[in-house]
């Protein structure tokens, strides 16, 4: 991840509020440019191309999303202390929302599939991998989080009304019978 410079930051804002309009297909470098009133040789000093930049947005989301995990000692959680689990969902409830324009753009109004894999695909190294289908419960966990949060954000729900107990209350017991599920 490049240093992230004035140049860069408008870039980016810029890049993420066209992509909240239109496809990445439609969006230009020339049209990015014009709305900032950089010459294109800027752009291109930090970026190769469109695409280049909303993968860095990405990026820069999972890996503050780390850190939260990190900090949080999910794998620890998820196994012994429920309470502390409950607060690293309510630390990923505050980030998420932190993150409310870029991840409207991501999940809801141009789904970026992508992203969606790479925010699953991060989160893997955080969870507890010791007992059967732990694999399969990262998944649900991470998917589950991702549409609620997809739910929340097309609904227009304010963070106070997204209950982190009710979701951990609903896939705990999930957790807890996965093994009877496949067989």
């Given at each position: 991840?490049?240093?992230?410079?004035?140049?860069?930051?408008?870039?980016?804002?810029?890049?993420?509020?066209?992509?909240?309009?239109?496809?990445?297909?439609?969006?230009?470098?020339?049209?990015?440019?014009?709305?900032?009133?950089?010459?294109r040789?800027?752009?291109?000093?930090?970026?190769?191309?469109?695409r280049?930049?909303?993968?860095?947005?990405?990026?820069?989301?999972?890996?503050?999303?780390?850190?939260?995990?990190?900090?949080?000692k999910?794998?620890?959680?998820?196994?012994?202390?429920?309470?502390?689990?409950?607060?690293?969902?309510?630390?990923?409830?505050?980030?998420?929302?932190?993150?409310?324009?870029?991840?409207?753009?991501?999940?809801v109004?141009?789904p970026?599939?992508?992203?969606?894999?790479?925010?699953?695909?991060?989160?893997r190294?955080?969870?507890?991998?010791?007992?059967?289908?732990?694999?399969?419960?990262?998944?649900?966990l991470?998917e589950?989080?991702?549409v609620?949060?997809?739910?929340?954000?097309?609904?227009?729900?304010?963070?106070?009304?997204v209950?982190?107990?009710?979701?951990?209350?609903?896939?705990l017991?999930?957790?807890?019978?996965?093994?009877?599920?496949?067989?």
């Amino acid at each position: 991840m490049k240093k992230q410079t004035r140049t860069t930051r408008k870039i980016r804002e810029e890049v993420l509020n066209q992509y909240k309009q239109k496809p990445v297909e439609d969006i230009t470098i020339k049209d990015v440019c014009a709305a900032l009133s950089i010459p294109r040789t800027s752009f291109y000093y930090h970026y190769d191309s469109i695409r280049a930049v909303l993968q860095e947005i990405g990026e820069e989301f999972i890996l503050g999303l780390e850190k939260v995990y990190d900090a949080r000692k999910i794998r620890e959680y998820l196994r012994v202390d429920r309470v502390k689990f409950l607060g690293m969902i309510e630390a990923t409830k505050d980030y998420l929302y932190a993150h409310y324009d870029m991840l409207e753009a991501f999940l809801v109004l141009r789904p970026y599939s992508e992203f969606r894999q790479n925010w699953l695909e991060a989160m893997r190294p955080h969870y507890p991998k010791n007992a059967p289908y732990d694999d399969l419960k990262t998944e649900i966990l991470v998917e589950s989080l991702i549409v609620l949060f997809t739910y929340a954000i097309s609904n227009h729900i304010e963070k106070e009304r997204v209950h982190p107990e009710k979701l951990m209350s609903f896939l705990l017991p999930l957790f807890d019978n996965v093994s009877s599920i496949i067989y």
